[in-house]
């Protein structure tokens, strides 16, 4: 859906709050089809947002996983390397 929204979960360290809000800003932005709200729709927009990143920490709270954290340095280069084979190095 939104290649900007990552996973979050079973990451060490945990997700921070700025993580889950941009998250939930993404979400929001793809559903509205508006970056930027109108003055008319701000309050709807940023309640939105407020409720969804509230239910995103909720949800990443509630699960549980026996598998290790994950390493975000480790991730990222996971997907440089994914990036390098589908689109090529750049010349």
Known sequence: ???????????EPPATEVEIRDAALQFVRKLSGFH?????????FE???????AEARSLIA?????????NREIEAA?????AAERYGRPA
Do not use: D, G, Y
């Open 78 to 82: 996971k997907a440089r390397a994914r």
């Open 1 to 11: 859906m939104c290649r900007n929204i990552r996973t979050l979960f079973n990451f």
């Open 62 to 70: 509630s699960l549980t996983t026996t598998a290790e954290p994950r």
């Open 47 to 53: 309640h939105a947002v407020q409720a969804i990143s």
């Open 36 to 44: 930027v709200p109108s003055q008319a729709n701000a309050a709807a």
